[in-house]
């Protein structure tokens, strides 16, 4: 199992520390790096500095939401980076929700999400190959464009630049069934929210066809400490913010996640806490159970013992998100 830092994205300005965490863990023998985006700084300038300061450590994004940019454009980000980085970027796309995609983005969010994937990863794959212009007669992404509102003098291009790698790894956030399994179908590996190693079997149908090489890189949430409740507000804080506020009462993907994993009622009750503007009894109603179980917090000892259920499952890539270089040590010293 290899190891990667999950950076996140910015709050109110640059995060300070980011830059020597990244630094860190290329010292320590970590796998790679990741940054994210969501309504405020975006995922690829900060991976772009890091790049400049870092010479071995891959480079991820997990993740670029595609509703933020058209696939051509994402496949012009990931291949000059790849090509600045000298081979180390991997490329983490996710569909994210309606209240982000409309709200945020100005955009409507697509009727069908898994077509609306498959096809944008569809042309960033022939981006990357350059085996001829992109052409893809598709229902949500259409190169060239032939819509009743277009000129109707679009025509199809290949990338000027020839890509540094045809085969740039690709990962998907995906969170339902149907789109876990069409990820393990169309994409190099799979980003989960939050992944249980004591419940892989929700997963278990998903995954049943894993081709060889497939990369499963779950977000983990790490803290060595000596108070486990403390350890883990912060677990319980995201799990707030995202069971409660990013997704709509009737539509939020994160939330019947939680539910599919045996806490529906809990899940639930986050969400109209959350509705109501009770935010911090949204986040103490997360059970500590289920914040436990998805994270490695606590003394060095408790984080070996539990480790073993993370190495046992189809894990390959376990990215933590640790507050301080002492816990990156001892991660690295637990499992590299």
Known sequence: MRLGLALGYWGRGPTPGHLDLAREAERLGYDSVWTSEAWGSDAFTPLTWIAAHTSRIRLGTAIAQMAARSPTATAMHALTLDHLSGGRMMLGLGLSGPQVVEGWYGRPFPSSPLTATREYVEVIRQVLRRGGPVELAGRFHSHPYR???????????????????????????????KNIAQTTRIADGWLPLYWSPLRTDVYSASLADLPEGFTIAPMARAQVCDDIAEGLLPVKAMLGFYIGGMGHATRNFHADLMARMGYEAEARRVQRLFADGRREEAVLAVPDAFADEISLVGPRERIADRLAAWRAGPVTDLLITAPDPGTMRVLAELVL
């Open 147 to 177: 819509g009743d509102d277009g000129t109707g003098l679009g025509r199809p291009l290949k990338p000027i630049t020839h890509p540094l790698r045809a085969t740039l790894p690709l990962l998907l956030g995906a969170e339902g069934p």
